[in-house]
């Protein structure tokens, strides 16, 4: 009794994911007076977010186009992010986006001396970046989960 007949173990070869990830942009707008009780910002800003990545290049995703050889050839493959034989040659699957053209306009009308009323209006972009989230950054294939069983069978005596 009290044996062991199967297990599990996982064996890390990579534990940290250094997540990554940048932003530019460039932003213009200008103030026109419409009225003396009446002020107009309009402003547009342009956005890019390249995806997110890690710093080692250790990143794998799925690559519906890429050839699997383990079911004879058919698409979908898993990839490993970088450069070097049996990498993809990219930092990360997506392209990066550089449409993020985001107009803007403010409003500003004084009800009085004292009481002035603002509103606003903008398209804004930003990545899927969360604490905890990792940048959707996994690394399936760089780390084993193996299972254990034991092929013993009772020998019938008690």
Known sequence: M????????????????????????????DTWRITPKLTITPGV???????????????????PNLPNPGAGGLLGEVAYAGHGQGHSGRR??????????????????????NTVIRSGYGLFYDN????????????????AFAVFGSSMRPSGRI
């Not at 199967?6 to 997540?19: C, G, W």
């Not at 990360?92 to 001396?113: H, K, M, N, V």
């Open 45 to 63: 800003r342009w956005e890019v977010d390249p995806p997110a990545l890690d710093g080692n290049d250790r990143f794998s995703y799925f690559d």
């Open 92 to 113: 990360f699957p997506e392209d990066t986006w550089y449409g993020g053209i985001a107009p803007r306009i403010g409003f500003a009308y004084a009800l009085s001396q």
């Open 2 to 29: 009290e044996q062991v007949d199967n297990a599990n173990a996982t064996f890390y070869t990579s534990t940290v994911i250094d997540s990554r990830s940048k932003s530019y942009s460039l932003f213009v707008a």
């Open 128 to 143: 899927a970046n969360m604490p905890g989230y990792d940048g959707g950054i996994q690394q399936d294939g760089y780390n």
